[in-house]
């Protein structure tokens, strides 16, 4: 945490460098976080790009209080996605088939799409609350302090919203025995 | 669950720790696994180099409006003007600030110029094909930032250098010579610097050769695939445009593959 303090710190005093670090650091985890919220890969491209050039023009008011930078990324990406359903007017998006990572095997690539699909169109009947836990633990890869730290609640809180999240989608996820 | 997602213990291992709900415990488990399929969705390579280019352009003009606040106000007939006199006495550090610079951003001309001096001091026809090749791509990807903003006209004007890029890269590149009267340097813009002629093969050639037509090869594919999938997020006003660049970019790349051939 310490690294990535000093890191954030000459970052905010024009270090293009440690700017850039920053960028290659959390890049992916913010375009999982939108594509997981909004179900749509297109739009999240431009969507993440977007959250790192407004974290560029407000890195200065970001104060460190022992909270990971993602943290305030995935706020700056929340903040995002809130307005594109606010634009949009809709709360379901039709999904975009290339949602899968670049894998060389087509059995596997067309198992890991349907697999994304299902997780995505499932996040779709979980509260805000619980989609918004689910996003920052699997897609973020926050650990629950981090979270509870991002979304201003208490670990147990986050815990329980975890959990509850996991109930439900265990209703909708198609999970074999043998997994 | 922080055993199995954090420590990665096996599902069967957790459940011996809890024998009476095992039956519950599974399926939340097996859950809490297959949600873990958010960790592959992965951008798109094109786009994350796409992006990545973008936001080192705008991290640049960050950059110097905060450490050059009179940037923002010094007229742009006097930049060019800078640029004549300056280019060749220019500290490495604005000659690189200015090369991620995109097309609305005060430092382009200094780029554009850049990029002439180099071709205008490389001796070896191979190495000013691989700065074409080079300058090539980085005017398809302005192409594709202008795209984003509806600038048709500015697309127009950039796609008119991919097309000259490319028709140098053929011409360099081709085994027929082609002795070329030099041409003066001018009022910006356009600014033209002298070519040299047709240099002496120097040693090592045929490795930059084979180096280069690997390098154009895949520019050939990738630069009309990312030009394309500008095209269907462009908004209507800058799709014109657009589909002159992508048939800018086909046939100057079959015309440098042919030369490299």
């Not at chain 2, 398809?140 to 006209?153: F, L, W």
Request: hydrophobic fraction near 40%; proline fraction near 4%; include cysteine.
């Amino acid at each position: 945490m310490q690294d990535e303090k000093k890191l954030v710190e000459r970052a905010q005093h024009h270090d293009q460098e440690a700017f850039a670090q920053l960028y290659e650091e959390h890049f992916d985890k913010i375009y999982r976080y939108v594509t997981l919220k909004i179900g749509n890969e297109t739009e999240a491209e431009d969507m993440t790009q977007q959250v790192f050039l407004n974290a560029l023009q407000s890195i200065s008011s970001f104060k460190w209080k022992g909270v990971p930078f993602s943290a305030w990324l995935f706020r700056i990406a929340h903040n995002q996605v809130v307005d594109y359903f606010r634009s949009k007017k809709r709360t379901t998006v039709p999904l975009d088939e290339s949602l899968a990572s670049d894998n060389n095997n087509p059995q596997l690539l067309t198992e890991q799409k349907l697999d994304i699909e299902q997780l995505i169109l499932a996040t779709k009947q979980l509260t805000e609350a619980q989609r918004e836990v689910i996003s920052l633990r699997f897609a973020g890869e926050l650990s629950i302090a981090q979270v509870a730290k991002a979304i201003g609640k208490s670990q147990g809180a986050v815990k329980a919203l975890q959990h509850s999240a996991i109930v439900a989608l265990r209703k909708t996820l198609r999970v074999t025995e043998d997994e | 669950m922080e055993r199995l997602l954090v420590k990665g213990e096996t599902i069967e291992q957790c459940l011996q720790s809890y024998p009476e709900q095992a039956a519950t415990l599974k399926s939340l488990l097996q859950t809490a696994l297959a949600s873990r399929q958010a960790v592959a969705i992965q951008p798109r390579a094109e786009f994350k180099a796409r992006a990545r280019y973008q936001f080192h352009s705008a991290l640049q003009e960050w950059v110097t409006q905060r450490r050059h606040p009179f940037l923002s106000w010094f007229p742009r007939w006097a930049t060019v003007v800078t640029i004549v006199l300056g280019v060749l006495m220019m500290g490495g550090g604005t000659i690189a600030a200015a090369s991620y610079s995109m097309p609305d951003n005060l430092l382009y001309p200094v780029k554009l110029a850049t990029e002439q001096v180099q071709v205008a001091l490389t001796p070896s026809d191979i190495g000013k094909a691989e700065l074409c090749a080079k300058f090539a791509d980085r005017r398809v990807a302005e192409i594709i930032y202008t795209a984003n903003k509806g600038d048709a006209q500015r697309i127009e004007v950039i796609t008119q250098r991919l097309d000259e890029r490319l028709a140098m890269l053929a011409r360099l590149t081709s085994p027929i010579e082609v002795a070329e009267a030099p041409r003066m340097l001018e009022a910006p813009p356009p600014m033209q610097l002298e070519e040299a002629e047709s240099s002496q093969e120097i040693p090592g050639d045929k490795n930059n050769r084979a180096k280069l037509r690997s390098t154009v090869a895949n520019y050939a594919i990738n630069h009309p695939a990312g030009l394309r999938a500008a095209l269907k997020k462009a908004p209507e006003s800058a799709k014109p445009a657009l589909r002159r660049a992508i048939a800018v970019s086909v046939a100057g790349y079959e015309k440098a593959l042919k030369a490299l051939d």
